[in-house]
């Protein structure tokens, strides 16, 4: 069995990761500065899921400062492999604040592969984003695609960010593997992101807002598929990018329609320009990732919307008061 550090464990996917490593009989050592993003009771909620667990050792810190980032690799025992999925992750965000993207994303990055040198730490697995692909590559997206012209500060930190691994993996040997995730999307998910507004939204009988004309593409992909990818992932040596996605963009009004049926009522839809930051589609071509690793996306879209709005209703009571907008 292996001990891995995961970074951004309170968050939406790297809860996700960190439960399945600890159901394989893993230990992780979890870090997250919980920041207030989004609503902390998210991030709580997910972290009390691991608790129980005497494998899972949980450290709040942030990986931005060097210090504390040495001090978590200081306290506890050796690491097989570093997985670091903290980020500052929302697009639109990025554009509003982008210093804080610079500092997670970026210098938050260096910290941990500065780490894994210092202590030899030989594997390093990245989250990174379909957002690196911009809006000059045709789908479905490959892995050699252009990554060189990023729409939004949020895309050009975790492109930073994979050249940074890149360097270390040059210069000190570090395996690493650059994962490239699309439109994730589960129970328990970020609240700046469309499915859990759309389930909250039409729920409640809120107005629903959309950017642009609703037909744009989201290559959806399940949160557990994601984890089971990055899980695999960390076996890999060498150099490595793979996109992580479901490979069947539904449109936006896809998933508005899916949510309404789910529900039982029909959503008050509000259009809003779209924004400049915003992909028009994203599409993976997941061939590198199966070849790799045999991933494939498992949990077909119907069956995910479905668990969402189930979670969504057995946590109603707090769900329903989470900032949306
Ligand atoms: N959700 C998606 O669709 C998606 C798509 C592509 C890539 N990604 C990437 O996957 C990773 C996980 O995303 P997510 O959707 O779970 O987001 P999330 O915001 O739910 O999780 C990120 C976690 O990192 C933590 N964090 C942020 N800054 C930190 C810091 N300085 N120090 C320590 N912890 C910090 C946050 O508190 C949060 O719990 C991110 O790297 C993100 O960029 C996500």
């Not at 309170?10 to 989004?38: R, T």
């Not at 025992?77 to 509003?96: C, K, Q, W």
């Not at 089971?228 to 890999?236: D, E, H, K, N, Q």
């Amino acid at each position: 069995m292996s001990t891995y550090a995961v970074t951004g464990v309170a968050g939406f996917i790297g809860s996700s990761v960190a439960e399945q490593l600890l159901s394989e009989g893993h230990s992780v050592i979890g870090i997250d500065n919980l920041n207030d993003a989004y609503d902390v009771r998210l991030k709580c909620w997910r972290l009390e899921r691991m608790q129980h667990c005497s494998r899972m050792r949980f450290h709040r810190a942030d990986v931005s400062d060097r210090k504390q980032v040495e001090a978590v690799f200081e306290e506890n025992g050796p690491v097989d492999a570093v997985l670091n999925l903290a980020a500052r992750a929302g697009v639109r965000a990025s554009v509003e604040n982008p210093h804080a993207y610079v500092e997670t994303n970026v210098t938050g990055t260096l910290n941990l592969l500065d780490a894994c040198r210092t202590r030899g730490i030989g594997k390093f697995v990245l989250a990174s984003t379909s957002s690196v692909y911009g809006s000059c590559n045709t789908p479905p997206y490959r892995e050699d695609d252009v990554t060189d012209r990023p729409c939004s500060p949020y895309a050009a930190t975790k492109k930073a960010a994979e050249a940074l691994c890149h360097s270390y993996h040059h210069l000190y040997g570090i395996d690493v593997t650059v994962l490239r995730y699309f439109s994730v999307y589960g129970p328990a998910g970020r609240p700046d992101m469309s499915p859990f507004r759309f389930v909250q939204w039409i729920s409640e009988g809120r107005p629903v807002t959309v950017y642009g004309d609703g037909t744009q593409l989201r290559d959806f992909t399940y949160v557990t598929d994601v984890a089971r990818g990055t899980v695999a992932s960390a076996g890999l040596k060498g150099w490595q990018v793979l996109n992580l996605g479901g490979g069947c963009p539904v449109p936006l009004h896809e998933l508005i329609g899916a949510v309404e049926q789910e529900v039982g009522r029909r959503a008050i839809i509000v259009r809003q320009p779209g924004h400049a930051a915003d992909p028009r589609a994203t599409h993976a071509d997941y061939g590198r990732a199966q070849e790799q690793l045999s991933w494939e996306p498992l949990v077909p879209f119907r069956e995910g919307v479905r668990n969402i709005v189930a979670w969504y209703q057995a946590n109603r009571d707090w769900a329903r008061t989470i900032v949306t907008d």
